[in-house]
């Protein structure tokens, strides 16, 4: 048992890390007593140690903590975009007004690192304990952030709100995973899948009644309906980083922990039959996920194109994108499984740019609001040419990186022969047009008041931070050679053969 | 007469709905919170009765402690944020803070 | 395959990436050289032009193309994307290739030509140059793409970064209901491509090159029907998914011809957008549909072109008439010109409905000259606006004495645009009667189509007599005749016109051998 | 001589053109505007062309013919190539001198005519553009390349007859004569694409040997006949597309008299000649039927004009359905004699009015001139004889054509028998008519009392440039110059020149048709000659005579007699009301439909793009976005229906944190059932 925990230890050197540096970064907080870089730069370096101790978990393959965690490409990868995210955010947290000007010191950095913590277990948890309780951790420190402007209303409504949508949702699934405990006799899912597998339950209204209520738990996390309601409030109410936060790194683990649980528990003996999932007949969830991610899509962007502050608008747009995301679990095989992580990659970039341009403006004119951003486009060219980008990204134009995930996720679809529910997408990406151009129109095609024409000044490091991301943007847009390998890599979960 | 796991589990069951209710009905932050512990506890009988019942060892009271934990961590974050809440808006009621909606 | 470099990049490559080299310069531009931007860009464009004259030179019309690799000219082939299945048979492989034939010859000159003419236009711009000559280029960049682009995926790029700058360029440069009229354009397109790249990835997971045995977007490999597995979804033996995929690429196609009901976007777009670009719109942008059409409905679903003959001819009768009517109802000089592209494009697709040699070849020549003598009719608006800023047909009269160069310019163009014997419309539209008499599945509705000639006719005779003819009202003594500038860049189009009209074989010989070589092709001899 | 015919045609081709050029681009330059640079050229080219006929009487017919352009080879059509290329026959070396020399006249009589005008270069430019599209119309060989020089003249004539664009008769005019000459065109067109698809080349060589080798046949080639007809009937102004040339007047009168007279308007009569071997018996009998009926029509409404060109232009209607239907009943030679004796008395009578309108200060009205003999004799003497000559008098030109053609429709209607004597009953009670208002006109103008004094006082005979030209139109009027025996042409140079050629379709019959074998018809052409001649004289003699007593001598109260057959004067003066019939019925038609298609486009096709924006406002009445929406394309339909349910989602966040627990609740239920539905 010892031995074993111990051994365990060596596939959980990332975590281990990122909890060391957590530790580090509270104390460094408690020494200087006042806002500094210092702390993030700590922080920092600890998430690229513990990305690169991920890095090296490149070719295990393993479990870990008798069946609680694995280790295996498709951890790693979502450890990487953790990662990336999560320093990409301590960063734009650097620039955020909002950030700088609250009451507390320093707490931000160690509060997203902890969060950065409970996504990782959620990306390689295998167990549904585990899953819940890592997920709670990637819960309540959002939680905690949203709320991290004290003196905010909107701040602290957008926590409260969260906190008790979130732990109804929680409550659900952890009630669903009761029964599936006492369905099936087990936590573990390979074992799960082993059950099932043998026992033939056709749609047992049981077995339905779980999945329905697990699904609750995952697919708040990513906000996808009808479970996405605290969505807009949420992020429109947090500060923007947190905002970014949640839109990529949690949703992000979502997905994870979302693709994991269907692409294992519910898999034939966890075959796969040339690429293509065996699922065990009776429980055909994929069927749900297209309710979902239809459902996520039309909502989504039909609501953002009534959306005046883009804030809230990028929020209902993230709920569509996730919708985008999940279409490729639809198809069910392992081609779905790389569109997604491409899509995933993808939207990192695009949305924390948008995210990050968001913050330059709002430091800038106090608003959110499109009607602020009127011929900002003659104030700020730079950012808002950045800006052009993402977007256009965001709705898919191609020689971007968005339409690179597009173009795989359709290609699954089609591959499998599944043309209306492209042609669904499709046409909802096109009404995303929309609202994305919307932006582009008041900052170029509409003139600045008269008076306000002095350009805006921004500092270098937050030129090189947009570039950082625009520049992603358009490159693997044109050459996406590598996103498609990683993801092609990483597609390979442990235990599915 | 004897009590059998379904019993155990129509009490869960009903416990999950009290605690649902209480969440949708009640105005108070506080007790929305309280019905979460309820479905929080629905969830733990439920994984108890049918470790108890079905010869599964102890899986079931352990994740039910693992729950219970969680609970209170939730709990205390909870009772932060609606403290906040309070300085914010000067009450608990839950439905005046509505200022974010389309 | 003919290959011809220059500094060891090919021509094509130049020809594309020229414009894009020269938004580079324009944005290295200091802010002191700001007057000299529209020379730049005009330098730039008449590079293009100059390469397109190279090209001209060197071009062999006796190779045929189409659907044999070694028929093409001026060939770039690079892998772009290459990536080896590592999970699933979905190995990408996208390259970059480019190339001419008959089909895409004229319109690579068109593109040179009316590019180059729209730079001088543009001149009449003031605000903010910069921004909009490097939307422009971008803009011609985008175009001569899609001409030369041989790989379905590196054309639907093209296709779709064109959007952007026009969308700006509308948007930002245009008239009252600019913003209105650039959202419309951009989404019909989008909604459009929508469809286009279902086609396109559909076919890529139904085909498997003979030679290698990959998947492929190479659209000359596309067009060998050994490409497709009998059991893949468009296979040959899958006639229902390939008819529907035919319909849908003619829907995204259509939209930018614009074919009846699509074409709604056009008239907003072109009173909206400045001179220049309405000039750019009508001259190339349309014809971007119709080669589409030709290059990959017509070459890859010949079963569907035969299939949907019938229904098509009818479409661009209901173009030809209907745009006819609604010009002659036009109170707005730059809208009624507007339809009688929309009447005149119809005459494209009736040519191409025909799928006989004689029609095609009209409808390729057509493209040409509706590019050449509409341009001269749009820049005519556009030195009518710049004086009078007004375009109400019924503003106007007597010009004829006022502005006798002017009017002597818009003669010409506006004869050429009734297909008037002489002048290069007249040709290409002859053509596309008897093709389309030809082909007797669609003869009584081209029979019925002549009627366009008619109705064309009386409202381009109806604006002369508004416009021209008649007293000059007292308000309109200011006005000036037409200058040297606006000259530059009217005569040279004219010019060709008539050049075309007197000696047609210029252009056709250029395109016969393939248009031969396509017809043959799409009734399935060869 | 072979040069003559090879390489002079070219010449004379681009001589005008080269004038056009010249005066278009450089004639303001030039001194006096260029009018003698245009003249003199003009008159060159009538040597020539005088030239390139006597070559061609001598070295005899010669075609040349070059490769235009070539669609290379298919399946569909097989080789494709067009041709382009010239030949010099009879009617080609006729029609060559014919135009020139009116031509190079009317260049002359317009010099003074035209003088002062502000657009007088313009005017000579366009006369150039006009000559050379007609030679080209006549010299072509290739009846695509007819049909391009054929809408090359109409766009000359477009340009002419609207020559004084500043007042609005003259643009209507123009816009009219171009729209109908177009309708006239298009079924020419299509008679060529039947023609090409069937044949495959479109030489006139190709065609007849294509015809005689049955490529061609039966109906279609009935068909294709009478669609070439059409563009005859456009530019020949023949019933029912006849109503543009009196309007064409409104144009500059040399220009009437050289194109509207003369030269183009004959177009049609030479495609008819040109073609007249290939037409199918029912197609002849078409011809002649629609021919002789706008003889009749015209005539009737030339009695009661009162405008000079008016009277003139219906006449000129009426004898080109005479030709039409001379070539109809088979006199094909009969009737290009008649063309080329009406272009130059015609042109005559053109000029002369041109002449007395000058004379008068553009008055045009008849019943303000009378008695202008004493002050413009030669004008009168001209006009005269050129009156004779259409009223077919003998001893005049106008007698021996005329009179050949009444003697075919005789001949006609004897082989025929039945309805067919219609046709020579109307074309004698024509040639009644023609001599009645021909008088008419003759004596209200020139006999009798001045009508309107002051204008009778200032008007005056007209300079040399202009009597010149009439004069030596007169003299051509004169019968000597075709055949030296005055009652009949047959052994005359022309008749001998002109053969009557054989049809293709020789010997069969149609509907009320029978073509007979060329020597069989001539056999009757004999026998009806005598009687014809007799029957004309006497009847062309009691028009003359009733004209007198009516409008000379006053033995008959015109008015009276006006006012007796009010209903039918009306009708006649009011030309049948044709333009009242078109305008109210075609015309209006189109523009009402041209209007509602356009309201169709803005409100329904983009309508059902745009979505009822209704539809949207409703919704944005509390939201208050709808500009910003509107401006954003959402009143697309799609736009519309995202609108629409946008809103309806929305509903859902109302911001109360427990609705969205509720909803949570609802929607696990809601997946519940769905999942156990799947």
């Given at each position: 048992?010892?031995?074993?925990?111990?051994?365990?230890?060596?596939?959980?050197?990332?975590?281990?890390?990122?909890?060391?540096s957590?530790?580090?970064?509270?104390?460094?907080?408690?020494?200087?007593?006042?806002?500094?870089?210092?702390?993030?730069?700590?922080?920092?370096?600890?998430?690229?140690?513990?990305?690169?101790?991920?890095?090296?978990?490149l070719?295990?393959?393993?479990?870990?903590?008798?069946?609680?965690?694995?280790?295996?490409?498709?951890?790693?990868?979502?450890?990487?975009?953790?990662?990336l995210?999560?320093?990409?955010?301590?960063?734009?947290?650097?620039?955020?007004?909002?950030?700088?000007?609250?009451?507390?010191?320093?707490?931000?950095?160690?509060?997203?690192i902890?969060?950065?913590?409970?996504?990782?277990?959620?990306?390689?948890?295998?167990?549904?304990?585990?899953?819940?309780?890592?997920?709670?951790?990637?819960?309540?420190?959002?939680?905690?952030?949203?709320?991290?402007?004290?003196?905010?209303?909107?701040?602290?409504?957008?926590?409260?709100?969260?906190?008790?949508?979130?732990?109804?949702?929680?409550?659900?699934?952890?009630?669903?995973?009761?029964?599936?405990y006492?369905?099936?006799?087990?936590?573990?899912?390979?074992?799960?899948?082993?059950?099932?597998?043998?026992?033939?339950?056709?749609?047992?209204?049981?077995?339905?009644?779980?999945?329905?209520?697990?699904?609750?738990?995952?697919?708040?996390?990513?906000?996808?309906?009808?479970?996405?309601?605290?969505?807009?409030?949420?992020?429109?109410?947090?500060?923007?980083?947190?905002?970014?936060?949640?839109?990529?790194?949690?949703?992000?683990?979502?997905?994870?922990?979302?693709?994991?649980?269907?692409?294992?528990?519910?898999?034939?003996?966890?075959?796969?039959?040339?690429?293509?999932?065996?699922?065990?007949?009776?429980?055909?969830?994929?069927?749900?996920?297209?309710?979902?991610?239809?459902?996520?899509?039309?909502?989504?962007?039909f609501?953002?194109?009534?959306?005046?502050?883009?804030?809230?608008?990028?929020?209902?747009?993230?709920?569509?994108?996730?919708?985008?995301?999940?279409?490729?679990?639809?198809?069910?095989?392992?081609?779905?499984?790389?569109?997604?992580?491409?899509y995933?990659?993808?939207?990192?970039?695009?949305?924390?740019?948008?995210?990050?341009?968001?913050?330059?403006?709002?430091?800038k004119?106090?608003?959110?609001?499109?009607?602020?951003?009127?011929?900002?486009?003659y104030?700020a060219?730079?950012?808002?040419?950045?800006?052009?980008?993402?977007?256009?990204?965001?709705?898919?134009?191609?020689?971007?990186?968005?339409?690179?995930?597009?173009?795989?996720?359709?290609?699954?679809?089609?591959?499998?022969?599944?043309?209306?529910?492209?042609?669904?997408?499709?046409?909802?990406?096109?009404?995303?047009?929309?609202?994305?151009?919307?932006?582009?129109?008041?900052?170029f095609?509409?003139?600045?008041?008269?008076?306000?024409?002095?350009?805006?000044?921004?500092?270098?490091?937050?030129y090189?931070?947009?570039?950082?991301?625009?520049i992603?943007?358009?490159?693997?847009?044109?050459?996406?050679?590598?996103?498609?390998?990683?993801?092609?890599?990483?597609?390979?979960?442990?235990?599915?053969? | 007469?004897?009590?059998?796991?379904?019993?155990?589990?129509?009490?869960?069951?009903?416990?999950?709905?009290?605690?649902?209710?209480?969440?949708?009905?009640?105005?108070?932050?506080?007790?929305?919170?309280?019905?979460i512990?309820?479905?929080?506890?629905?969830?733990?009988?439920?994984?108890?009765?049918?470790?108890?019942?079905?010869?599964?060892?102890?899986n079931?009271?352990?994740?039910?402690?693992?729950?219970?934990?969680?609970?209170?961590?939730?709990?205390?974050v909870?009772?932060?944020?609606?403290?906040?809440?309070?300085?914010?808006?000067?009450?608990?009621?839950?439905?005046?803070?509505?200022?974010?909606?389309? | 395959?003919?290959?011809?470099?220059?500094l060891?990049?090919?021509?094509?490559?130049?020809?594309?990436?020229?414009?894009?080299?020269?938004?580079?310069?324009?944005?290295l531009?200091?802010?002191?050289?700001?007057?000299?931007?529209?020379?730049?860009?005009?330098?730039?464009t008449?590079?293009?032009?100059?390469?397109?004259?190279?090209?001209?030179?060197?071009?062999?019309?006796?190779?045929?193309?189409?659907?044999?690799?070694?028929?093409?000219?001026?060939?770039?082939?690079?892998?772009?994307?290459?990536?080896?299945?590592?999970?699933?048979d979905?190995?990408?492989?996208?390259?970059?290739f480019?190339?001419?034939?008959?089909?895409?010859?004229?319109?690579?000159?068109?593109?040179?030509?009316?590019?180059?003419?729209?730079?001088i236009?543009?001149?009449?711009?003031?605000?903010?140059?910069?921004?909009?000559?490097?939307?422009?280029?971008?803009?011609?960049?985008?175009?001569?793409?899609?001409?030369?682009?041989l790989?379905?995926?590196?054309?639907?790029?093209?296709?779709?970064?064109?959007?952007?700058?026009?969308?700006?360029?509308?948007?930002?440069?245009g008239?009252?209901?600019?913003?209105?009229?650039?959202?419309?354009?951009?989404?019909?397109?989008?909604?459009?491509?929508?469809?286009?790249l279902?086609?396109?990835?559909?076919l890529?997971?139904?085909?498997?090159?003979?030679?290698?045995?990959?998947?492929?977007?190479?659209?000359?490999?596309?067009?060998?029907?050994?490409?497709?597995?009998?059991?893949?979804?468009?296979?040959?033996?899958?006639?229902?998914?390939?008819?529907?995929?035919?319909?849908?690429?003619?829907?995204?196609?259509?939209?930018?011809?614009?074919?009846?009901?699509?074409?709604?976007?056009?008239?907003?777009?072109?009173?909206?957008?400045?001179?220049?670009?309405?000039?750019?719109?009508?001259?190339?942008?349309?014809?971007?549909?119709?080669?589409?059409?030709?290059?990959?409905?017509?070459?890859?679903?010949?079963?569907?072109?035969?299939?949907?003959?019938?229904?098509?001819?009818i479409?661009?009768?209901?173009?030809?008439?209907y745009?006819?009517?609604?010009?002659?109802?036009?109170?707005d000089?730059?809208?009624?010109?507007?339809?009688?592209?929309i009447?005149?494009?119809?005459?494209?697709?009736?040519?191409?409905?025909?799928?006989?040699?004689?029609?095609?070849?009209?409808a390729?020549?057509?493209?040409?000259?509706?590019?050449?003598?509409?341009?001269?009719?749009?820049?005519?608006?556009?030195?009518?606006?710049?004086?009078?800023?007004?375009?109400?047909?019924?503003?106007?009269?007597?010009l004829?004495?006022?502005?006798?160069?002017?009017?002597?310019?818009?003669?010409?163009?506006?004869?050429?645009?009734?297909?008037?014997?002489?002048?290069?419309?007249?040709?290409?539209?002859?053509?596309?009667?008897?093709?389309?008499?030809?082909?007797?599945?669609?003869?009584?509705?081209?029979?019925?189509?002549?009627?366009?000639?008619?109705?064309?006719?009386?409202?381009?005779?109806?604006?002369?007599?508004?416009?021209?003819?008649?007293?000059?009202?007292?308000?309109?003594?200011?006005?000036?005749?037409?200058?040297?500038?606006?000259?530059?860049?009217?005569?040279?189009?004219?010019?060709?016109?008539?050049?075309?009209?007197?000696?047609?074989?210029?252009?056709?010989?250029?395109?016969?051998?393939?248009?031969?070589?396509?017809?043959?092709?799409?009734?399935?001899?060869? | 001589?072979?040069?003559?015919?090879?390489?002079?045609?070219?010449?004379?081709?681009?001589?005008?053109m080269?004038?056009?050029?010249?005066?278009?681009?450089?004639?303001?330059?030039?001194?006096?505007?260029?009018?003698?640079?245009?003249?003199?050229?003009?008159?060159?080219?009538?040597?020539?062309?005088?030239?390139?006929?006597?070559?061609?009487?001598?070295?005899?017919?010669?075609?040349?013919?070059?490769?235009?352009?070539?669609?290379?080879?298919?399946?569909?059509?097989?080789?494709?190539?067009?041709?382009?290329?010239?030949?010099?026959?009879?009617?080609?070396?006729?029609?060559?001198?014919?135009?020139?020399?009116?031509?190079?006249f009317?260049?002359?009589?317009?010099?003074?005519?035209?003088?002062?005008?502000?657009?007088?270069?313009?005017?000579?430019?366009?006369?150039?553009?006009?000559?050379?599209?007609?030679?080209?119309?006549?010299?072509?060989?290739?009846?695509?390349?007819?049909?391009?020089?054929?809408?090359?003249?109409?766009?000359?004539?477009?340009?002419?007859?609207?020559?004084?664009?500043?007042?609005?008769?003259?643009?209507?005019?123009?816009k009219?004569?171009?729209?109908v000459?177009?309708?006239?065109d298009?079924?020419?067109?299509?008679?060529?694409?039947?023609?090409?698809?069937?044949?495959?080349?479109?030489?006139?060589?190709?065609i007849?040997?294509?015809?005689?080798?049955?490529?061609?046949?039966?109906?279609?080639?009935?068909?294709?006949?009478?669609?070439?007809?059409?563009?005859?009937?456009?530019?020949?102004?023949?019933?029912?597309?006849?109503?543009?040339?009196?309007?064409?007047?409104?144009?500059?009168?040399?220009?009437?008299?050289?194109?509207?007279?003369?030269?183009?308007?004959?177009?049609?009569?030479y495609?008819?000649?040109?073609?007249?071997?290939?037409?199918?018996?029912?197609?002849?009998?078409?011809?002649?039927f629609?021919?002789?009926?706008?003889?009749?029509?015209?005539?009737?409404?030339?009695?009661?004009?009162?405008?000079?060109?008016?009277?003139?232009?219906?006449?000129?209607?009426?004898?080109?359905?005479?030709?039409?239907?001379?070539?109809?009943?088979?006199?094909?030679?009969?009737?290009?004699?008649?063309?080329?004796?009406?272009?130059?008395?015609?042109?005559?009578?053109?000029?002369?009015?041109?002449s007395?309108?000058?004379?008068?200060?553009?008055?045009?009205?008849?019943?303000?001139?009378g008695?202008?003999?004493?002050?413009?004799p030669?004008?009168?003497?001209?006009?005269?004889?050129?009156?004779?000559?259409?009223?077919?008098?003998?001893?005049?030109?106008?007698?021996?054509?005329?009179?050949?053609?009444?003697?075919?429709?005789?001949?006609?209607?004897?082989?025929?028998?039945?309805?067919?004597?219609?046709?020579?009953?109307?074309?004698?009670?024509?040639?009644?008519?023609?001599?009645?208002?021909?008088?008419?006109?003759?004596?209200?103008?020139?006999?009798?009392?001045?009508?309107?004094?002051?204008?009778?006082?200032?008007?005056?005979?007209?300079?040399?440039?202009?009597?010149?030209?009439?004069?030596?139109?007169?003299?051509?009027?004169?019968?000597?110059?075709?055949?030296?025996?005055?009652?009949?042409?047959?052994?005359?140079?022309?008749?001998?020149?002109?053969?009557?050629?054989?049809?293709?379709?020789?010997?069969?019959?149609?509907?009320f048709?029978?073509?007979?074998?060329?020597?069989?018809?001539?056999?009757?052409?004999?026998?009806?000659?005598?009687?014809?001649?007799?029957?004309?004289?006497?009847?062309?003699?009691?028009?003359?005579?009733?004209?007198?007593?009516?409008?000379?001598?006053?033995?008959?109260?015109v008015?009276?007699?006006?006012?007796?057959?009010k209903?039918?004067?009306?009708?006649?003066?009011?030309?049948?009301?044709?333009d009242?019939?078109?305008?109210?019925?075609?015309?209006?038609?189109?523009?009402?439909?041209s209007?509602?298609?356009?309201?169709?486009?803005?409100?329904v096709?983009?309508?059902?793009?745009?979505?009822?924006?209704?539809?949207?406002?409703?919704?944005?009445?509390?939201?208050?976005?709808?500009?910003?929406?509107?401006?954003d394309?959402?009143?697309?339909?799609?736009?519309?229906?995202?609108?629409?349910?946008?809103?309806?989602?929305?509903?859902?966040?109302?911001?109360?944190?427990?609705?969205?627990?509720?909803?949570?609740?609802?929607?696990?239920?809601?997946?519940?059932?769905?999942?156990?539905?799947?």
């Amino acid at each position: 048992m010892l031995e074993q925990t111990l051994n365990s230890l060596k596939s959980f050197i990332p975590e281990t890390v990122l909890i060391v540096s957590l530790i580090v970064c509270i104390i460094l907080d408690l020494i200087l007593r006042k806002k500094s870089a210092i702390v993030s730069v700590a922080g920092i370096i600890g998430i690229i140690i513990s990305a690169y101790f991920a890095w090296m978990q490149l070719d295990m393959k393993g479990i870990a903590f008798s069946g609680m965690i694995v280790v295996d490409p498709y951890s790693v990868f979502f450890k990487m975009i953790f990662a990336l995210s999560t320093i990409i955010i301590i960063i734009f947290a650097l620039f955020s007004k909002e950030i700088f000007e609250s009451t507390h010191k320093n707490e931000h950095v160690y509060l997203m690192i902890s969060l950065a913590l409970g996504a990782n277990l959620m990306a390689s948890s295998v167990n549904l304990l585990m899953m819940y309780l890592s997920l709670e951790t990637v819960s309540i420190t959002s939680y905690i952030l949203s709320g991290y402007n004290k003196k905010v209303k909107r701040s602290s409504e957008s926590a409260m709100k969260y906190v008790i949508y979130g732990a109804a949702s929680s409550g659900i699934m952890i009630y669903g995973i009761s029964l599936l405990y006492g369905f099936t006799g087990s936590m573990n899912i390979f074992e799960i899948s082993m059950f099932l597998s043998k026992a033939n339950l056709a749609s047992s209204p049981l077995m339905v009644l779980c999945i329905v209520m697990i699904l609750a738990g995952f697919g708040y996390k990513i906000s996808s309906v009808p479970f996405h309601f605290w969505t807009p409030d949420v992020y429109e109410g947090a500060p923007i980083p947190v905002t970014a936060f949640l839109a990529v790194t949690s949703s992000a683990a979502g997905f994870a922990v979302l693709i994991r649980f269907f692409a294992t528990t519910f898999l034939q003996n966890g075959m796969i039959l040339n690429g293509n999932f065996g699922i065990i007949p009776g429980v055909n969830w994929p069927e749900i996920i297209i309710v979902l991610s239809v459902a996520s899509m039309i909502l989504g962007n039909f609501v953002a194109v009534w959306q005046t502050s883009v804030k809230r608008m990028l929020a209902y747009s993230s709920i569509a994108q996730g919708g985008y995301i999940m279409l490729g679990l639809v198809v069910a095989n392992q081609q779905g499984i790389t569109a997604m992580l491409i899509y995933l990659m993808a939207y990192l970039f695009m949305n924390l740019g948008a995210f990050f341009v968001l913050i330059l403006i709002s430091n800038k004119l106090d608003t959110d609001e499109l009607i602020g951003m009127k011929g900002l486009g003659y104030k700020a060219p730079v950012i808002c040419i950045a800006m052009a980008v993402f977007m256009l990204a965001l709705s898919g134009i191609p020689s971007t990186i968005g339409f690179v995930g597009k173009f795989y996720l359709f290609s699954a679809l089609i591959h499998s022969n599944m043309f209306w529910l492209a042609l669904v997408a499709l046409m909802n990406s096109v009404v995303s047009l929309f609202f994305y151009i919307k932006v582009l129109k008041y900052m170029f095609l509409m003139k600045p008041d008269e008076g306000d024409t002095q350009k805006l000044k921004f500092s270098p490091g937050a030129y090189i931070m947009l570039f950082a991301l625009a520049i992603p943007t358009m490159f693997f847009g044109l050459y996406f050679t590598p996103l498609v390998r990683i993801a092609e890599f990483s597609a390979t979960m442990f235990g599915i053969k | 007469m004897e009590i059998g796991l379904n019993h155990y589990l129509v009490l869960g069951a009903v416990l999950f709905g009290l605690g649902l209710f209480a969440m949708i009905s009640r105005r108070n932050a506080i007790l929305v919170l309280m019905g979460i512990e309820l479905i929080l506890n629905a969830a733990n009988i439920n994984l108890v009765a049918f470790s108890r019942y079905c010869g599964l060892g102890v899986n079931g009271q352990v994740v039910s402690i693992f729950v219970i934990i969680l609970a209170v961590a939730e709990a205390a974050v909870a009772l932060g944020i609606v403290l906040n809440l309070y300085n914010n808006f000067a009450s608990v009621d839950i439905d005046e803070a509505n200022t974010m909606k389309d | 395959m003919i290959e011809f470099k220059l500094l060891g990049i090919g021509i094509l490559t130049w020809m594309v990436f020229l414009p894009i080299l020269g938004m580079v310069v324009l944005l290295l531009m200091p802010k002191s050289a700001e007057k000299y931007i529209k020379y730049v860009a005009v330098g730039f464009t008449s590079l293009l032009l100059v390469l397109a004259a190279v090209l001209l030179a060197v071009y062999d019309p006796s190779k045929a193309g189409v659907n044999t690799l070694s028929g093409f000219q001026f060939v770039e082939k690079l892998t772009w994307i290459d990536i080896p299945a590592y999970l699933f048979d979905g190995r990408i492989k996208i390259e970059y290739f480019l190339g001419v034939d008959g089909i895409s010859f004229p319109m690579v000159l068109l593109t040179a030509l009316i590019s180059f003419v729209g730079a001088i236009a543009s001149f009449s711009v003031k605000r903010n140059e910069k921004g909009y000559y490097v939307m422009y280029l971008f803009l011609v960049t985008g175009m001569m793409g899609v001409f030369v682009a041989l790989d379905f995926f590196l054309f639907f790029v093209f296709w779709e970064i064109m959007l952007l700058p026009m969308y700006f360029l509308i948007g930002i440069w245009g008239g009252e209901r600019r913003e209105y009229a650039a959202i419309k354009f951009f989404l019909y397109t989008l909604f459009g491509s929508a469809f286009i790249l279902l086609v396109m990835i559909g076919l890529y997971f139904s085909s498997k090159d003979p030679e290698t045995g990959l998947r492929t977007f190479n659209m000359i490999t596309l067009m060998d029907p050994r490409t497709f597995a009998p059991d893949s979804i468009f296979g040959v033996l899958n006639v229902t998914w390939r008819l529907i995929a035919f319909a849908a690429l003619f829907v995204g196609f259509a939209i930018k011809v614009p074919a009846f009901p699509f074409h709604t976007w056009l008239p907003d777009a072109h009173v909206e957008a400045p001179t220049a670009i309405s000039v750019i719109l009508a001259g190339v942008l349309l014809k971007m549909g119709t080669y589409g059409m030709l290059r990959i409905s017509w070459s890859i679903f010949p079963d569907g072109a035969r299939y949907f003959m019938v229904p098509i001819a009818i479409i661009a009768a209901i173009n030809i008439i209907y745009g006819a009517l609604c010009a002659m109802a036009q109170k707005d000089f730059k809208k009624l010109i507007a339809y009688s592209s929309i009447s005149h494009m119809g005459y494209v697709l009736l040519g191409m409905a025909s799928c006989t040699q004689i029609g095609i070849n009209g409808a390729i020549f057509q493209m040409f000259n509706h590019g050449t003598i509409t341009a001269v009719l749009f820049l005519s608006v556009g030195v009518i606006y710049d004086r009078a800023h007004t375009r109400g047909l019924n503003d106007f009269g007597g010009l004829a004495n006022k502005m006798p160069k002017y009017f002597a310019v818009i003669m010409v163009a506006m004869f050429a645009s009734i297909g008037l014997p002489g002048l290069s419309a007249f040709i290409s539209e002859t053509f596309i009667f008897l093709g389309g008499f030809k082909n007797e599945f669609i003869r009584v509705i081209a029979i019925i189509s002549t009627l366009g000639i008619i109705l064309n006719a009386a409202y381009i005779l109806w604006t002369i007599q508004r416009l021209f003819l008649g007293t000059l009202p007292e308000k309109w003594n200011i006005l000036t005749d037409i200058n040297a500038r606006e000259l530059i860049s009217t005569v040279p189009l004219l010019v060709i016109v008539i050049f075309l009209g007197i000696f047609p074989s210029f252009m056709i010989n250029l395109m016969t051998t393939s248009v031969n070589q396509l017809v043959n092709f799409i009734w399935g001899i060869n | 001589m072979e040069f003559a015919l090879q390489k002079l045609p070219v010449l004379v081709l681009l001589i005008p053109m080269l004038s056009f050029l010249v005066l278009a681009f450089f004639g303001k330059r030039l001194p006096r505007g260029g009018d003698w640079f245009g003249t003199s050229l003009l008159f060159i080219n009538l040597a020539i062309s005088g030239f390139i006929l006597i070559a061609f009487g001598v070295a005899g017919r010669y075609e040349l013919n070059l490769e235009w352009f070539n669609l290379g080879n298919n399946n569909v059509l097989g080789l494709t190539k067009f041709f382009a290329g010239f030949q010099i026959d009879e009617l080609t070396a006729i029609m060559l001198v014919v135009v020139n020399a009116i031509s190079a006249f009317v260049h002359l009589f317009s010099i003074k005519y035209m003088e002062g005008d502000t657009k007088y270069t313009r005017y000579y430019a366009f006369l150039g553009l006009f000559t050379f599209s007609m030679l080209g119309l006549v010299l072509t060989n290739n009846i695509l390349l007819m049909y391009v020089f054929w809408e090359l003249v109409g766009l000359s004539s477009y340009l002419l007859i609207g020559f004084w664009y500043e007042k609005k008769a003259p643009q209507e005019a123009a816009k009219k004569a171009f729209l109908v000459n177009r309708i006239g065109d298009v079924g020419f067109f299509l008679g060529i694409s039947v023609l090409f698809l069937t044949i495959g080349s479109l030489t006139f060589t190709d065609i007849f040997a294509g015809v005689a080798a049955g490529k061609l046949a039966g109906g279609t080639l009935t068909a294709a006949g009478l669609l070439l007809f059409c563009g005859a009937v456009g530019k020949s102004a023949q019933f029912p597309l006849h109503v543009w040339l009196p309007d064409a007047m409104e144009g500059p009168t040399p220009v009437s008299a050289l194109i509207h007279a003369a030269t183009m308007v004959a177009a049609g009569v030479y495609l008819v000649a040109r073609i007249f071997v290939i037409l199918s018996a029912d197609a002849l009998t078409v011809v002649t039927f629609i021919g002789i009926i706008t003889a009749f029509i015209s005539a009737t409404i030339a009695l009661t004009q009162n405008d000079i060109k008016k009277v003139l232009a219906y006449s000129t209607i009426s004898q080109l359905g005479y030709m039409i239907m001379a070539i109809g009943v088979g006199a094909y030679s009969f009737g290009f004699f008649h063309l080329v004796t009406h272009a130059f008395f015609k042109a005559c009578l053109f000029l002369t009015a041109g002449s007395v309108i000058y004379g008068m200060h553009h008055i045009q009205d008849i019943r303000e001139m009378g008695g202008l003999r004493k002050k413009m004799p030669i004008t009168f003497y001209t006009f005269l004889m050129a009156t004779l000559a259409i009223s077919g008098v003998p001893l005049t030109s106008g007698f021996l054509s005329k009179d050949a053609i009444l003697s075919a429709t005789l001949a006609f209607a004897g082989v025929n028998g039945g309805v067919t004597y219609i046709v020579p009953i109307l074309a004698f009670g024509v040639a009644g008519l023609t001599a009645f208002y021909m008088f008419r006109l003759l004596i209200i103008t020139f006999l009798g009392e001045p009508k309107n004094q002051e204008k009778y006082d200032h008007c005056h005979e007209s300079p040399w440039q202009m009597t010149i030209p009439l004069i030596s139109l007169a003299v051509l009027s004169f019968f000597g110059f075709f055949s030296l025996n005055p009652l009949s042409a047959d052994h005359g140079w022309f008749l001998s020149m002109v053969k009557m050629p054989e049809s293709i379709l020789a010997g069969t019959k149609g509907a009320f048709y029978h073509i007979l074998p060329l020597e069989e018809f001539t056999e009757h052409l004999h026998h009806a000659h005598t009687t014809a001649m007799i029957l004309s004289l006497l009847i062309s003699g009691i028009g003359i005579l009733t004209a007198f007593v009516f409008y000379y001598w006053k033995k008959v109260n015109v008015d009276k007699l006006t006012d007796s057959i009010k209903p039918l004067y009306n009708f006649s003066l009011n030309k049948w009301y044709f333009d009242e019939l078109y305008d109210k019925t075609a015309v209006a038609f189109t523009m009402s439909l041209s209007r509602l298609s356009s309201w169709f486009d803005a409100k329904v096709v983009d309508g059902v793009v745009n979505g009822s924006a209704s539809f949207t406002r409703v919704f944005s009445k509390y939201t208050g976005l709808f500009d910003n929406i509107f401006v954003d394309g959402l009143v697309n339909l799609m736009g519309g229906l995202v609108g629409a349910f946008g809103l309806l989602f929305r509903k859902f966040q109302t911001g109360k944190i427990q609705t969205y627990i509720a909803f949570l609740v609802f929607g696990i239920i809601i997946l519940y059932f769905v999942f156990r539905a799947m």
